[in-house]
């Protein structure tokens, strides 16, 4: 990639729009945890688990979690081809939506306040777990397993029209706000993250 094509997100603003990319499931974040929560932590339990069918998953267990990691890279690179202007782009890996605050520029906020529906999956993994939301949107993509920022709702729109092509869902999940430093909200869910990590609001 030439250096003057590098997105690094300095040119995000206030207004700007926060577009999501829906995950498969787990992807290839908190495998370690999910399959301690679903399947048991010996290699016996795990066994004697991994073909239980689950009626919320549609699936058994194993199935759920050997789901292939959705790659992105193919709609993203149609986007950045037709001239889409991609303000930034992170993939919610290990870490969820405080990713987002690994973009350049500061004093912004991030308010993930149109949170989609989560994914079955998880809400398994936290139910069995007994898991807190804040270890639950630091370890896993709930759903949401890329986002983009965008100026405007027309280039929602291009967005859009690129992922329904791929059979990608996508929403507009939140907005860019200024406020001093640099954080991500989750209203919905009472979370604030900084830098790296999720905290109680």
Not at 5 to 12: H, S
């Amino acid at each position: 990639v030439r250096t003057d094509r590098i997105n690094t997100g300095k040119n995000i603003k206030p207004g700007n729009l926060i577009i999501g990319l829906a995950s498969t499931g787990v992807h290839s974040n908190g495998l370690t945890l999910a399959r301690r929560t679903l399947l048991g932590k010996t290699p016996e339990e795990q066994k004697d688990n991994i073909n239980k069918h689950d009626p919320d998953l549609g699936c058994s267990l194993g199935e759920e979690l050997l789901k292939p990691t959705r790659i992105y890279v193919r709609e993203i690179m149609e986007m950045l081809d037709t001239g889409i202007d991609l303000k930034a782009m992170t993939h919610i890996t290990s870490g969820g939506f405080s990713n987002l605050n690994r973009v350049e520029n500061n004093n912004i906020r991030f308010v993930i306040d149109r949170l989609p529906p989560v994914l079955p999956v998880f809400n398994l993994i936290q139910r069995q777990g007994r898991i807190t939301d804040v270890e639950m949107f630091e370890v896993f993509n709930m759903g949401t397993g890329f986002c983009i920022i965008v100026e405007n709702a027309r280039a929602v729109d291009a967005v859009q029209a690129i992922c329904r092509k791929h059979d990608i869902p996508s929403h507009v999940i939140g907005r860019v706000e200024t406020c001093q430093g640099k954080e991500v909200v989750i209203p919905e869910r009472k979370l604030v993250a900084r830098e790296q990590t999720f905290y109680p609001l």
